[in-house]
């Protein structure tokens, strides 16, 4: 079995910081791509391409070392093979996950490639991404908003303005993907899903933060570990 790929250009960039915001804008220049831009590293996950594997929906796993990074603002994974050529990962209904460094990300056709961020019976996901803020009018004006978003539907004669994110998910026992909500965490431990909604409440938990996810989840799956003893 073997997976196909296409040939993708890559070049160094270096983040670009606002003034004034807690977290940092990227400005993307009218009628300009993202990689003619200064910083263009800061749409990868890790900081350089490093070491890992793919393995395939068999469980097949190919005995090759490759290097691999997350393209956050085109949600692709990208490779580096053995000729040194830099290329993206298209195979998508063959990969059941590919592992870079000690993080797994697994597949999910529509959403693409989830990150594993932590490992128990229902494990938390997050998928990182540039939110599109809206387009830089000049002269000391903020963005104005618009309806579209991202590259694929952006307008190009105006500066546009992103800033990143993440969106959080919960990855079953069977790999399947959910979206992190309170109705999907009831969902997969109903046996205790009037604690869980009490202790929910009583904890205050932000579905958009990490750390409250993170408590969340060693919550349920204890509850569930002991609810089988």
């Known amino acids: 079995m073997k997976a196909l790929f296409c040939f993708a250009l890559l070049l160094p960039l ?3 910081h606002a003034h004034g915001q807690q977290d940092p804008l990227y400005k993307l220049e009218l009628r300009k791509e993202v990689n003619q831009m200064p910083w263009r590293d800061s749409i990868y996950r890790f900081p350089h391409f490093l070491p890992g594997k793919i393995t395939f929906e068999d469980n097949f796993t190919p005995d ?3 290097l691999f990074n997350y393209n956050a603002y085109f949600g692709h994974l990208y490779l580096i093979n053995s000729q040194g050529d830099t290329l993206q990962v298209k195979n998508y209904a063959l990969i059941k996950m590919i592992t870079i460094g000690g993080v797994n990300f697994v597949y999910d056709d529509p959403l693409g490639y989830i990150e594993v961020v932590t490992h128990a019976p229902v494990a938390l996901g997050m998928q990182q991404n540039f939110i599109y ?3 830089d009018m000049g002269l000391g ?3 104005v908003v618009r309806s579209s978003t991202d590259f694929r539907g952006v ?3 105006y500066t546009r303005v992103y800033k990143k994110g993440a969106t959080y998910y919960f990855i079953d026992t069977k790999n399947m993907v ?3 909500l309170p109705n999907a965490i009831v969902r997969l431990f109903p046996t205790n899903k009037t604690e869980i909604k009490d202790w929910m409440k009583k ?5 958009r933060k990490k750390e409250d996810l993170v408590r969340l989840l060693e919550f349920c799956n204890a509850k569930a570990a002991t609810a089988q003893r």
């Open 178 to 180: 959910h979206k992190a």
């Open 14 to 16: 270096f983040p670009f």
């Open 64 to 66: 090759q070392t490759l």
């Open 203 to 207: 904890q205050h938990i932000d579905f």
């Open 133 to 135: 803020v809206g387009e």
């Open 141 to 143: 004006k903020a963005p």
């Open 155 to 157: 307008r190009v004669d």
